[in-house]
């Protein structure tokens, strides 16, 4: 019997997550088990579909983190695109504030 199931630590390991994450699957469906005892045994030929939907959930988690980086990447992109504008019209307002001051310099009764 040993041969052909693996315990929830087994199956742990295999897929490299916590066994309270096994336990998950078990309760949602998604892995096959049965109750030997007390305690809950996975049988090897279940493994197949897990290894399916692991593969699956890899992919969709990386493509989620590539989606992220590309959002993150255009935010950066848009706020220097902001900065730019922001020195653009600071450097217009300071220009407008010396033509004001040399206006006022050179017409000291319109005060």
């Known amino acids: 019997m040993n041969g052909e199931y693996l315990t929830v630590s087994d199956v742990a390991e295999l897929f490299q997550v916590n066994p309270q994450t096994v336990r998950r699957w078990i309760w949602k469906g998604k892995l096959p088990h ?3 005892g007390g305690t809950v045994r996975v049988p090897k030929s279940g493994l197949d579909s897990m290894m399916t939907f692991k593969s699956d959930h890899i992919k969709t988690s990386k493509s989620s983190q590539v989606n992220r980086q590309t959002s993150v990447t255009s935010i950066i992109t848009q706020l220097e695109a902001a900065r730019n504008q922001i020195r653009t019209h600071s450097g217009e ?6 033509v004001l001051a040399q206006l006022r310099e050179s017409n000291p ?3």
């Open 109 to 111: 009764d319109n005060e």
């Open 34 to 36: 049965i109750k030997v």
């Open 93 to 98: 307002v300071e220009n407008s504030a010396n």
